[in-house]
């Protein structure tokens, strides 16, 4: 396409078609918007919550309130369980090989599966996707993905930046392979913005967590400069 | 000792995503794109996407997911771009063909990469009514019958529009090919 020139329809038609798949929005925004949007959800949360004061109650209505709770929870358990009998049983129905390949094993329920992703619809046609176990090469790759436009936030002294996108890594990854150097940009990006005292906090998780990181001392150095 | 044989077990049954973060997650490519195609650009955008998200939230418990998700989310994406509009008072400027945020992985083609520049720009050139049905029929693939439902139009209404933004869009989409893309 060169300017200057005249496009047939069809070239027109195919500039339309080409330019209109879906991109995939920066990280950076990605992790902005998703943190802003968790945030209106748990404020939303909080605003729903109501507040009981057990104090002025009287000791039996409390006792009745706490009777009907445990008696929903064993429903909520018991149907919790049958359901997962059912699905086990259907499973074993249909599939008696012994070998199961790793695409096939059922997809683990979100609180265990850390590192389970919503692979983003990047086709136009079809509208929903469905969860799927990334393969370690996939996660390695996001999270090397999102951790280097963190540090290339945190180079260009975007701060709040790179802690969106550090904050990013750590809900989808919490124990990734990088997960020292998200920790560790972490402290870094806190120190950098001036936040002293958090960065002192995470520092002291960091330690913690990895105690014969090479890191650290650099960390703690940086930790200092920023009390200063 | 016998040997392993793998079969093929049935498909896994599908676990449709069904909470408002989890979807608002999974569409926010699309949500993104869409809101650029209605002419929201660097400043405004993650307010405006913020704003789609607050609608689906309050309205999460009456929405129907087994539903074709997107045309709602274009519906509500349209109504906040023009709501937002509203509160401007204003066109959008023609400086915003500017495509400073088209941004694009490496992976991306230089052509796709061009022809994207070449149709964002040229969308910013349709009135936001009519490109809102184009966008929604000839980009996402709508059926104009959804498209009349989803923007309040009537059938007869929605064809004169898409009529009509096809010629200003593909005339736009020559002229920006031919003139190059403003930097």
Redesign the interface.
Known sequence: MRPGDELTDEEVAEIIARGSQVRRAPDVVRARLLARARGAVAAAERARAPTFNFERAPPRRVLRIAVAAIVLLAFAAGGAAAMIHSRATRAEAVEVAPVRSASQLPVPPPAQAAAAEVPAPRASSRPRSFHRVLTPQESYAAELGLLRGAQSEYASRHFSDALALAGEHARRFPNGRLAEEREALRVRSLAGAGRADEARRVLAAFAKRFPRSVLLPRLQESARTAED | MGY????R??A?A????TS???V???????I??TLQRLGARSPEI?DL??EV??VL?RNWAELDISR???PYLFAVAFRVVCAHRRRKRREVPYEHLDPEDL???PE?SL??K???????AALDTVPLQRRAVVVMH????VAIVDVAARLSLTRFGAYARLRKARKE??SA??RI????VRR
């Open positions: 392993l044989r793998q079969v077990s049935s896994p599908p676990l449709l995503e408002c973060l989890g608002y997650e999974r569409e926010l490519d699309y993104y794109e993650e996407a913020q998200f607050l939230h074709p998700f997107r941004t694009v992985g991306e052509q796709s061009q022809s994207a520049r070449v149709l964002m000839d980009l996402d693939g869009l593909a989409v020559r090919s031919r003139e190059g």
